[in-house]
Structure formats: structure tokens, C-alpha cells
């Protein structure tokens, strides 16, 4: 997803703002660019394909500016290509701009400029359209001509702009897309996610919906949209840089599975008091409130939804309350039944995936009470929400989900036990039963984790397969289709999930000789079960490998190959059955040669729809 970066003060802008976009690689990009100061002009240099690219062209040639933006695109509007590249300039070349986002009525004012001003067009972004607008309405100050810009733009964007003839000065706009300031002495720098400039500071200003700031280098104004002066707190960033890097490990994407034992226990310990009781400080619902809760919707997209459809069989079981799990995209055209005895629950790591945050406001639209589960603090889905449950797994890097994962199964096991023991669903005896089995998660994850050897020989001989199957009963389908995703996302290998239970519906036409099918068996109540659907395809040639709990031993007469995950109780068996799919696919994408923490086509904040 796009990135932006700007620089301000009396240091050589392009190394800083070339390493701040760096630290954005991993949100995912086709294309980077800049604009700096050279003698008196705005120099734009942008090209497609890694960042090096333009990093190479651009620290040779000595820009001596010190006053620059630059940006890393994810292709929205137009293919990846140079022209496409951000930053965009006017007609003049003297009004650069960069901007994630999309500008939706951007055709409309197009079609303005070029038939009414005679524009004639270089790109087909939509933010180029920003550029000769500000020059459209430029007469010797850039804040008023962007402000007069903005109120011309519909959709969500962020957006950084520089203008030759006041070299003195950064303007930036947010509208529904992330955007922060980091303040220094005799500098300031902006950037679209605080680790692009924890290099150089702590103190940060998070950036309000529709609000305009005013850069210089001594100074950091924030406007609203009637052009008043907003107050701002700074906000301290207390987590560190070095987290966010591999410490060792080849990808981030093995780095933050190894990392899931202390995201499952912060996450919990970090809310038991000393008797023992989930203490949510962040919410604030009470009995009363939750009394009146009559359904809830989770919503969310990808590995989070798949956290939601556990999350919904949680809340169902120990707080008995009625959950539909939906996919955001799809939420938010379905026209939902929502009052405001509705309890949305929003699943993001990011907090900025669009389509959960749609999704989001149009359940407040209409009503409901807004509680998300996120794990990027002062995100947008979480600033937008009445309560927020943030899930400690620190900074995940790696494009595909893991530790977020497992974390936020976590936070939907807390949230739904909470929630029965409030509402006297679930006796204190079960509850504390339950919690004090999460609280060996991380135990048993770590024990997953130190076996990681026969998996790796396992991926090592799968590695070929053109297609994979997932299957399981119960909470292991919801399983199961985290685990296909990760495998196709990373490995591209062609992966399906499948209740197995509907395998003689129509799937079971795919089994041949050799088909890979990994089949989930670790629900007790569901076991013989799934020991029949193994028997299914194994007689139809599918080479089987089954994940099991210790003990169960049965399993072995069917299945070609048995992981074994420690025994728990059912319900939990998610945290744990996870694990040993997240390390297959890592190690089969390894054994293929991708790109584990930068798959083709993905990005890792979808901020677009
Ligand atoms: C898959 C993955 C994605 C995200 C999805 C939602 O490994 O990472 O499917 O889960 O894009 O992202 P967030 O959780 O940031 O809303």
C-alpha cells in the first residue's frame, strides 16, 4: 500500500526521506519517487520496481535540498509505470504532489481541467488531478490554494505538497488515510506510519481526519476544515524500531510466528487482575448495555475474518448471544439489519483496511455500537470505534497474517468470556477452567514451535504440489481456511478449504492420485468423523496429512503423515492447530523461492476498496 514520507529542516532531504520509505517497504509498493529541491527548481525523480531503483538514481545525483516529499505507490489508477509514479507535478513542474488514496470524482475534474483550462495530462492517476489543481487555484499561498483544492475532492486520501516558489514549507491533508507528523528540533518530518521517522523521533501528532498541517521547520500548524488552529497533545512512541526488524530470522514472516507465544501471553496477562478476571478497561460496556445486546456482527476481511468466524462460534458458546461473521466488502452492500441493539465488532491488524472501516461506519450510521479488536494503535478503525480492544502482538511486517492471528483468537476468547461471565452465561468455575487453558497457550504454541524440524522436512517433500486441500469439521474448517490462505498467498500454490462434511457435494471430484490434503482433526466431539472423511480421500489417492491432538492416536491408520499439536480443550484448539499450517507454509514457500514477506500482488494495509 502506498507510503509517504516528508522532510523539513536544514539536513539533505533524500537520504532521510529515502530511508523512511524503507521502513515502508514492507506495506507493499510497484513504484517509488520524490520530489527535493535542486538549484532553485522542484526536482522529480520516479520509477517503478523496488525502491533501490530509485534510491540508486537519486543519492548519487546531490540533491541539496532540504525540503522534500517522497512516496512509495501501490497501483491503483493506471499500471505500475514511471509516468504513474508519484510524485505528480502541474503543468508549471513547480507543484509537486504525493497522496495515498483515491480521489473518486477524479474523471469529473479531469474532464474539467482539460476541456475548460486545456491541461493536458501526463499520467493516469488520479492524483494528478491534485496537482494542477493547486495551480489552478495558486496565487502565492499554497495552504489556501490547497485548501481551496480539497473542498473540490471527494474520497479518501492523504496527501503532501510542495511548491517552488515557497521552499520554505510542506502542506499535508488527511482524509481517511493514515498520516502523521514526527517533530524534531529545527525540523519536522510527516510520514504516512510512525516507523518511517522513529529514527529520528519519538514525538509524534497523529493527524485528525480532515485536517490540514502546515510544515515548516521550525513549526507545525494543524487546521481543521474552517481553517482554525487545532490544539494537539504529542503523542510518545514508546515501542521501538528494533522490533520492527528481523532480529536474526531469514523472513519477518518466521520471525513473528516464532514471536506468537508472548503475543498470546501480553495479550491476555496484561488484562488479569490478581483474582483472575478479564479487566477490560478499554470497553465499556456494561451488563446493562449488554443486556440489551440482542445480535452482533463481526466484520472484517482475510486472516481477521477468519479470527471473526472463531470469534463468533466464542461468543455463541460462552456468552450465548447470536453472531454473524461477514466479510466487510460484502457487509457493507447487503443492507444488514442494524439498531442500536446491535454490537458491531470490527477485526483489523492494521486498522485501516477500507472496507472493514466502511463497513464500520456504516453499521454506526445506523446505530450499532462499534467495539474492534486492532492491533495498530490509534488507527483509524480504532479511533472510529466506541471501544477498543488492542491485541499486543507488536509490529507485524511479514504481508501475510500470523501473529496477529493468533492474537486476536485471544482477544475473541477474552471478549466472548467476558462477555458470558457478565451476563451470567458461563459459570465462574467454567470461565476460570478456560482461562487458565489460554494461559498455557503460550506454552503449548512454544512446544509447536521447537518441533518446527519435521515440518520443514514435511514442506521440503510437498513443496511441488500444484494444488492443496484444507479440510476439518467444526472450528477446524474455520482453521482450515486460515490455513489455505496462508499457503496460496505465500507459495502460490492453489489452495482450497473445504468442510469436510461437503466433500461429497461436488469436491471430492478433484481427489486423484497424490493430492495433497491436509485434514484438520482436532475436534473431539467430530473426530470419528473426520477419521471417515480422511478414509474418503485416501481411497480415492489423496496422500493425507492430518493435525491431531496428542494422543489421539486412531488417526494414524488412515493418514500418510500425523502433526501432532498438544491436547486441549476443543474450543481452543484454533491457537494451537494454526501453528503447524503457518510453519508448513512458510517452509514450502521457502522450498519454492518466493518472496515470503512481500508475495506478489498483495499489499499488507489494504487501504483502498
Ligand atoms: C493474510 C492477510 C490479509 C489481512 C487482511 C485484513 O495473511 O494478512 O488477509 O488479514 O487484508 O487486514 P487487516 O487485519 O489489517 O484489516
Known amino acids: 500500500m502506498?507510503?509517504?514520507v516528508g522532510y523539513i529542516g536544514d539536513k539533505k532531504a533524500t537520504p532521510i526521506i529515502v530511508d523512511g520509505l524503507s521502513r515502508l517497504e514492507y506495506r507493499g509498493y510497484d513504484s517509488a519517487g520524490i520530489a527535493v529541491f535542486k538549484d532553485n527548481k522542484v526536482q522529480v525523480e520516479k520509477y517503478e520496481g523496488r525502491l533501490s531503483v530509485l534510491a540508486d538514481k537519486v543519492l548519487e545525483k546531490d540533491y541539496n535540498g532540504t525540503i522534500g516529499i517522497g512516496h512509495t505507490r501501490w497501483a491503483t489508477h493506471g499500471a505500475p509505470s514511471d509516468a504513474n509514479s508519484h510524485p505528480h507535478t502541474d503543468q508549471t513542474g513547480d507543484i509537486a504532489v504525493i497522496h495515498n488514496g483515491i480521489i473518486e470524482n477524479y474523471m469529473k475534474l479531469k474532464e474539467w481541467l482539460i476541456e475548460e483550462k486545456g491541461v493536458s495530462f501526463k499520467s493516469e492517476t488520479d492524483t494528478e488531478v491534485i496537482a494542477h489543481?493547486?495551480?489552478y487555484y495558486y496565487e502565492g499561498d499554497l495552504l489556501d490554494a490547497v485548501f481551496k483544492t480539497i473542498e473540490k475532492m471527494e474520497g479518501a486520501y492523504a496527501i503532501a505538497v510542495v511548491c517552488k516558489d515557497e521552499p520554505d514549507k510542506i502542506v499535508a491533508v488527511r482524509k481517511d488515510s493514515p498520516l502523521i507528523v514526527g517533530l524534531g528540533k529545527g525540523e519536522n518530518f510527516l510520514a504516512s506510519d510512525i516507523p518511517a521517522i522513529l529514527k529520528h523521533t519519538r514525538d509524534v501528532f497523529l493527524i485528525e481526519n480532515d485536517e490540514v498541517v502546515?510544515?515548516?521547520?521550525?513549526r507545525v500548524t494543524i487546521y481543521n476544515e474552517l481553517r482554525?488552529?487545532?490544539?494537539?497533545?504529542?503523542?510518545?512512541?514508546?515501542?521501538?524500531v528494533e522490533s520492527a526488524e528481523k532480529e536474526g530470522y531469514e523472513h519477518f514472516m518466521i520471525k513473528e510466528i516464532h514471536e506468537q507465544p508472548k503475543g498470546i501471553h501480553e495479550t491476555l496477562n496484561r488484562r488479569l487482575n490478581s483474582e483472575g478476571i478479564i479487566e477490560l478497561d478499554e470497553i465499556k460496556i456494561t451488563k446493562e448495555d449488554l443486556d440489551k445486546i440482542n445480535k452482533i456482527y463481526i466484520v472484517a476481511c482475510g486472516t481477521a475474518y477468519h479470527a471473526g468466524l472463531v470469534g463468533k462460534y466464542a461468543i455463541e458458546k460462552f456468552a450465548k448471544i447470536p453472531v454473524n461473521c461477514d466479510i466487510a466488502s460484502e457487509f457493507r452492500y447487503r443492507d444488514p439489519f442494524i439498531d442500536e441493539n446491535t454490537l458491531f465488532i470490527a477485526v483489523s491488524q492494521s486498522?485501516?483496511?477500507?472496507?472493514?472501516?466502511?463497513a464500520l461506519r456504516e453499521a454506526k450510521r445506523r446505530g450499532a455500537r462499534i467495539l474492534s479488536v486492532v492491533n495498530v494503535v490509534g488507527s483509524s478503525v480504532a479511533r472510529e470505534s466506541h471501544d477498543v480492544f488492542y491485541t499486543w502482538a507488536g509490529p507485524e511486517i511479514a504481508v501475510a497474517s500470523s501473529k496477529a492471528y493468533t492474537t486476536q483468537l485471544t482477544a475473541m476468547y477474552m471478549i466472548?468470556?467476558?462477555m458470558g461471565l457478565t451476563k451470567g452465561a458461563l459459570s465462574r468455575e467454567r470461565y476460570d477452567e478456560i482461562i487458565a487453558e489460554i494461559g498455557k497457550m503460550p506454552e503449548k504454541v512454544q512446544s509447536i514451535l521447537d518441533d518446527f524440524t519435521d515440518i520443514q522436512h514435511l514442506a521440503g517433500t510437498q513443496f511441488n504440489n500444484e494444488s492443496v486441500f484444507f479440510m476439518g469439521r467444526g472450528l477446524d474448517i474455520d482453521v482450515a481456511m486460515e490455513g489455505s490462505l496462508k499457503l496460496k498467498e505465500?507459495?502460490?500454490?492453489?489452495?482450497s478449504a473445504i468442510a469436510a462434511g461437503e466433500l461429497k457435494h461436488g469436491t471430492i471430484a478433484l481427489i486423484e492420485d497424490g493430492t495433497l490434503v491436509v485434514a484438520l482433526a482436532t475436534q473431539d466431539k467430530l473426530y470419528e468423523k473426520m477419521l471417515s472423511n480422511i478414509k474418503e480421500v485416501k481411497a480415492?489417492?489423496?496422500?493425507?496429512?492430518?493435525?491431531a491432538k496428542e494422543g489421539n492416536k486412531e488417526v494414524e491408520k488412515s493418514a500418510d503423515t500425523v502433526i501432532y499439536i498438544p491436547d486441549t480443550m476443543d474450543e481452543l484448539a484454533p491457537i494451537l492447530s494454526v501453528v503447524p499450517q503457518q510453519l508448513f507454509s512458510y517452509y514450502v514457500a521457502v522450498a519454492r523461492g518466493c518472496d515470503v514477506d512481500k508475495p506478489r500482488n498483495l499489499a499488507k494495509s489494504v487501504t483502498v476498496e
Open 133 to 135: 489543481l493547486i495551480n
Open 416 to 418: 466472548a468470556l467476558h
Open 490 to 495: 505465500i507459495s502460490y500454490i492453489n489452495s
Open 214 to 218: 502546515l510544515l515548516t521547520k521550525d
Open 540 to 547: 480415492r489417492g489423496a496422500h493425507v496429512v492430518a493435525i
Open 228 to 240: 482554525q488552529v487545532q490544539a494537539r497533545e504529542i503523542y510518545k512512541v514508546t515501542w521501538d
Open 2 to 4: 502506498c507510503g509517504i
Open 351 to 358: 486498522g485501516e483496511t477500507l472496507d472493514t472501516l466502511a
